[in-house]
């Protein structure tokens, strides 16, 4: 089932953290297994943003014993940091197994990311200089609350509600998903490939990976490597409904753009509203009118639509 939800303001940063708590809150009852938010506060210089965690939240919670090791961990990625070049300017515990960082780093991101997450337990959410995805078990006021995501300020998010029918309930199952090792790149997905396993071998032969079993995954991988072969995100998407079998809705976002993708069928339900200066887009009509005070004209994209929106 799942929901997903976007928006995008076009004359400056504004509460996406409280205003996507809000839509997904709204969402809840369409997947309560857990929540995540894709939240793009604006690129500042070439600082990179990441977001890790150490340890599955439920691994954490009934291990002492790992308990004990996290530190050590946290210790080994500071120092896998140091050996590549890089500068630590910060790093934030938001919980005992999940860190916020902001770094200096100018070298291979790709080989940044693989010898990190090559210390065991470590999983890098996202990576970039405008991106910051969290997401963990639980509903959106209890993941928000958790994160500290109220009054977080930026220009455009996306986020998920999951309901799991076809992998783990775990923080790598959730969405939404970073486009490994791409800049700011995430996807949230509601439907259902089938021809997942295909896309992925297809793109495993071109050198790139995967972190988990979902097919959501699969639309950041497959539309990031065509953004890195120059093809604009709009003709990216475009192909993709083309390409990519099955029933499906996602919403894509990048660095400065937010889209969306209804396949041929459009079975998967997705209500728009646009204005000048904000477009918030939904599974149900609820999310939208949760952070409107006053009526509001909202619509239902067509089959095969294809739709960006740039801040």
Same mark, same amino acid.
């Given at each position: 089932?799942?929901?997903?939800?976007?928006?995008?303001?076009?004359?400056?940063?504004?509460?996406?953290?409280?205003?996507?708590?809000?839509?997904?809150?709204?969402?809840?009852?369409?997947?309560?297994?857990?929540?995540?938010?894709?939240?793009?506060?604006?690129?500042?210089?070439?600082?990179?943003?990441?977001?890790?965690?150490?340890?599955?939240?439920? &691994?954490?919670?009934?291990?002492?014993?790992? *308990? *004990?090791?996290?530190?050590?961990?946290?210790?080994?990625?500071?120092?896998?940091?140091? /050996?590549?070049?890089?500068?630590?300017?910060?790093?934030?515990?938001?919980?005992?197994?999940?860190?916020?960082?902001?770094?200096?780093?100018?070298?291979?991101?790709?080989?940044?990311?693989?010898?990190? %997450? @090559?210390?065991?337990?470590? /999983?890098?959410?996202?990576?970039?200089?405008?991106?910051?995805?969290?997401?963990?078990?639980?509903?959106?006021?209890?993941?928000?609350?958790?994160?500290?995501?109220?009054?977080? *300020?930026?220009?455009?998010?996306?986020?998920?509600?999951?309901?799991?029918? &076809?992998? @783990?309930? @775990?923080?790598?199952?959730?969405? +939404?998903?970073?486009?490994?090792?791409?800049?700011?790149?995430?996807?949230?997905?509601?439907?259902?490939?089938?021809?997942?396993?295909?896309?992925?071998?297809?793109?495993?032969?071109?050198?790139?990976?995967?972190?988990?079993?979902?097919?959501?995954?699969?639309?950041?991988?497959?539309?990031?490597?065509?953004?890195?072969?120059?093809? +604009?995100?709009?003709?990216?998407?475009?192909?993709?409904?083309? /390409?990519?079998?099955?029933?499906?809705?996602?919403?894509?976002?990048?660095?400065?753009?937010?889209?969306?993708?209804?396949?041929?069928?459009?079975?998967? +339900?997705?209500?728009?509203?646009?204005? %000048?200066?904000?477009?918030?887009?939904?599974?149900?009509?609820?999310?939208?009118?949760?952070?409107?005070?006053?009526?509001?004209?909202?619509? @239902?994209?067509?089959?095969?639509?294809?739709?960006?929106? *740039?801040?």
């Amino acid at each position: 089932m799942c929901g997903i939800a976007g928006l995008i303001h076009r004359d400056g940063a504004a509460d996406i953290g409280g205003e996507m708590t809000a839509m997904l809150r709204s969402l809840a009852h369409r997947g309560p297994d857990s929540t995540g938010f894709a939240l793009y506060g604006g690129p500042v210089g070439s600082t990179l943003v990441m977001r890790l965690k150490l340890a599955e939240q439920e &691994e954490a919670r009934r291990s002492f014993d790992l *308990r *004990r090791r996290l530190p050590e961990r946290k210790a080994t990625v500071d120092q896998r940091i140091a /050996e590549l070049g890089g500068k630590v300017l910060s790093a934030e515990a938001v919980t005992e197994y999940a860190y916020r960082y902001t770094l200096s780093f100018d070298g291979d991101r790709r080989r940044f990311a693989d010898y990190l %997450e @090559d210390v065991e337990g470590v /999983e890098i959410l996202s990576l970039g200089t405008a991106l910051e995805l969290i997401k963990d078990l639980g509903v959106a006021t209890e993941v928000a609350e958790q994160y500290h995501l109220g009054g977080f *300020r930026g220009t455009h998010a996306i986020g998920h509600t999951r309901m799991a029918t &076809e992998s @783990d309930v @775990d923080i790598r199952s959730a969405h +939404p998903y970073w486009a490994y090792p791409f800049a700011d790149i995430s996807v949230v997905h509601n439907g259902q490939l089938t021809n997942y396993w295909k896309g992925r071998r297809a793109l495993e032969h071109k050198g790139h990976r995967f972190v988990s079993n979902c097919d959501s995954e699969l639309i950041a991988v497959y539309l990031a490597d065509k953004m890195s072969d120059g093809m +604009p995100l709009e003709d990216a998407m475009r192909q993709s409904v083309s /390409e990519l079998d099955g029933v499906f809705t996602y919403l894509v976002a990048t660095a400065d753009s937010l889209g969306m993708a209804k396949d041929t069928m459009a079975a998967k +339900p997705m209500v728009l509203y646009e204005s %000048e200066k904000f477009i918030a887009l939904a599974s149900e009509e609820v999310a939208i009118r949760s952070i409107f005070p006053y009526e509001i004209p909202t619509s @239902d994209p067509y089959e095969d639509e294809v739709r960006v929106w *740039r801040n």
